[in-house]
T-cell receptor
């Protein structure tokens, strides 16, 4: 089955800095890569996703890049703010059929004011 | 609000006991997923149901079982509980058919503490 590795497990930055979280996946057939944000005590929520037919997607201060050849994808957050502090999960899955996203272990992002 | 409802929010019980967690998916969603979140273990997939039928099974213990009812709500049954079963259990649902985007909508979770 699919295996998703996520690094780093903890990331501490100063407000205004950029943050990058990296994930690798094992199944070359995976074609959908969502990122979820989980604030303390809350449910995970989708913040951005990318499909395998594009290499980059951007939404305001967040962007995701995908390298299919190397089987890795990354989340980039620019101009970080204290409210960006949360646990971020990457996931990989195959569309169609029994869609089951496999999640990474999560990255705890701490943004210091 | 994701539209996914989970009850109870918190549950404290003793080892050896049995509990049932309940989930109501978003209106119109046919797929329900159960995930277990333990400290430092991320989101572990347990089981998926689609329109009342089991669709996929992950790392679900034999002591655990689930079902999805005709009204599409789902229940996760955990029996012979052990200390290590203490975790946050999430239910998620997804849209189906032409409305399907891949996004999972998570409930607020049920926090189980086994003493």
């Amino acid at each position: 089955g699919e295996n998703v590795e996520q690094h780093p497990s903890t990331l501490s930055v100063q407000e205004g800095d950029s943050a990058v979280i990296k994930c690798t996946y094992s199944d070359s057939a995976s074609n959908y890569f969502p990122w979820y944000k989980q604030e303390l005590g809350k449910r995970p929520q989708l913040i951005i996703d990318i499909r395998s037919n594009v290499g980059e997607k951007k939404d305001q201060r967040i962007a995701v890049t995908l390298n299919k050849t190397a089987k890795h994808f990354s989340l980039h957050i620019t101009e970080t703010q204290p409210e960006d502090s949360a646990v971020y999960f990457c996931a990989a899955s195959k569309s169609g059929g029994s869609y089951i996203p496999t999640f990474g272990r999560g990255t705890s992002l701490i943004v210091h004011p | 609000d994701s539209g996914v409802t989970q009850t109870p929010k918190h549950l404290i019980t003793a080892t050896g006991q049995r509990v049932t967690l309940r989930c109501s998916p978003r209106s119109g969603d046919l797929s329900v997923y159960w995930y277990q979140q333990s400290l430092d273990q991320g989101l572990q997939f347990l089981i998926q149901y689609y329109n009342g039928e089991e669709r996929a099974k992950g790392n679900i213990l034999e002591r655990f079982s689930a079902q999805q009812f005709p009204d599409l709500h789902s229940e996760l049954n955990l029996s012979s509980l052990e200390l290590g079963d203490s975790a946050l259990y999430f239910c998620a649902s997804s849209s189906s058919g032409t409305g399907y985007t891949g996004e999972l909508f998570f409930g607020e979770g049920s926090r189980l503490t086994v003493l």
